[in-house]
């Protein structure tokens, strides 16, 4: 029978999706090994599997959304292909069976797949599916020929066994990887706490200092006072006593020479901003350490209002040049809570808005209850996060600043803080619009309280 033209006729007949087709997708990415480097162990199975089975091909395929990827491979150059294609997409439906085609040309699935009637020449194939502990299949490990033939029972077991092998691999890979992440925040949250044991220390060292020159301050405020009402004591003398022509001279020309009157005038102004600078700085040490919470490991009752409002005055000056910050505080009880690691959450929040802000931005924080939970917005109206990023970003590592300027990691330490309060973070944002964070904290025992 004369074959029709290509473009006259259907030429693919793509797998049936499976039924967890969404879960599939979801464990697939979690192992996060799609266009990862070449790693040997995967190399020396499919080489194993191509020797055990006699076939000059042999696949490690991972079955995307729209793409089979091959995660290692022997006899054949692509990287990829279109799902629609993949014979392992097929392969797929029955996670725990091997798929068997002994000869493609004969099977009504495969007889047009481009694979076979193309430069592939595919004839043969076999696919073990790899399965999670869940019963997903993420894709197969499989082996395939150019002539029709088929498997002796051991070398399909074989090949079974081997597919088990690639999923251990890639359980124990991503065991690896969590750990890594996990200790990068661990990393992470401790380099927090320790600059804020560091600042907590040179503020208390701070405060000494400030003390006694305040106090010095205000004694010489008053000793400056004494000193000025004498000199003017001395004048009224002056002016009633009678003294001669010469030294009524001596004493103007020493008032002139030392702009007595100027001094006067200065030396209020000096002690006075002298006494503002010395509360400025008295206010960041208290902030420094109300931010810190040094020492404190127990958890307590504390108001999330003065959380955010010593930590404002911590990030004020990253926030100060760029946005105005508005609070709308709603009525909010005291919150069972490690302040100092909130405090972590909400300055990475603010120092994110701040960040995603050009100028002229606001930043906007809500607070209220709702149902019996504490909730904290802080809005931007900043750059907006991109649809794709949504779900990466409290991912460690995840960032999409510049070399240096970000570690990806300030969400991820938030998300787990949270967390560990029983709480919830969530994110909306709109490009170009700006981004909400909504953190909510159980209330609970605290409201029969
Ligand atoms: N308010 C926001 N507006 C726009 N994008 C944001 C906002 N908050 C977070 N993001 C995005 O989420 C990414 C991850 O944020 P995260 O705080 O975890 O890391 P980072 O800010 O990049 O680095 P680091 O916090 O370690 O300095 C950011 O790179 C940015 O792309
Ligand atoms: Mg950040």
Redesign the pocket.
């Known amino acids: 029978m004369p074959r029709m033209p290509l473009e006259f006729r259907e030429v693919i007949m793509p797998a049936a999706l499976p039924d967890n087709e969404a879960a599939r997708i979801e464990a697939l990415h979690a192992y996060q090994i799609l266009d990862s480097l070449p790693e040997s162990q995967y190399q020396d199975i499919v080489a194993l599997a191509s020797t055990i089975c006699g076939t000059p091909m042999a696949v490690i395929s991972l079955v995307d959304q729209d793409r089979q990827w091959f995660k290692a491979k022997i006899g054949l150059e692509a990287t990829e292909t279109e799902r629609d294609i993949a014979f392992c997409a097929h392969a797929l439906l029955h996670a725990d069976e091997l798929m068997v085609v002994p000869d493609a040309m004969r099977d009504p699935r495969f007889a047009d797949n481009p694979l076979v009637t193309g430069a592939m020449q595919v004839r043969f194939y076999a696919g073990a599916p790899l399965r999670t502990h869940d019963g997903l299949a993420l894709g197969t490990l499989c082996v395939i020929d150019r002539t029709p033939r088929e498997l002796t029972p051991a070398q399909a077991n074989a090949l079974s066994a081997l597919s088990r092998q690639v999923m251990s691999h890639m359980e124990l890979r991503q065991k690896i990887l969590q750990l890594e992440q996990a200790q990068a925040q661990l990393q992470?949250s401790e380099k927090m706490a320790s600059i804020g044991q560091l600042a907590a220390g040179v503020a208390h060292e701070i405060n000494n200092p400030v003390g006694f020159v305040s106090s010095n301050m205000g004694t010489l405020g008053n000793y400056a006072g004494t000193l000025f009402d004498t000199l003017d004591g001395y004048d009224t003398i002056l002016r009633d006593e009678q003294v001669t022509a010469a030294t009524r001279e001596r004493i103007s020309a020493l008032r002139e020479r030392a702009d007595l009157e100027y001094l006067k005038l200065d030396m209020v102004d000096l002690v006075k901003e002298s006494m503002e600078g010395l509360n400025r700085v008295r206010d960041i040490v208290q902030a420094l350490k109300d931010f810190s919470h040094v020492g404190e490991v127990d958890w307590q009752f504390a108001s999330l209002h003065a959380g955010i409002d010593t930590t404002l005055k911590i990030v004020g000056n990253e926030i100060r040049h760029k946005a105005q910050v508005v609070r709308q505080y709603g009525a909010l009880p005291p919150v069972r809570c490690l302040p100092s690691q909130l405090n972590q959450v909400f300055m990475?929040?603010l120092?994110?808005?701040a960040?995603?802000?050009g100028r002229d931005g606001v930043i906007t924080i809500r607070t209220g209850v709702e149902n019996g939970w504490a909730r904290i917005e802080?809005a931007?109206n900043?750059?907006?996060?991109?649809p794709q990023?949504l779900q990466?970003?409290?991912?460690?590592?995840?960032?999409?600043?510049p070399v240096g300027?970000?570690?990806?990691?300030?969400?991820?330490?938030?998300y787990n803080i949270v967390r560990k309060h029983g709480g919830e973070i969530s994110?909306d944002?709109t490009p170009g619009v700006?981004?909400?964070?909504t953190i909510k904290l159980p209330l609970g025992e605290n409201e029969s309280s």
């Open positions: 992470q990475n929040l120092v994110n808005a960040q995603a802000i802080i931007d900043g750059a907006g996060i991109a990023n990466r970003i409290f991912d460690p590592f995840f960032t999409t600043k300027l970000g570690t990806g990691l300030g969400l991820s330490v938030s994110v944002s700006g981004t909400t964070f």
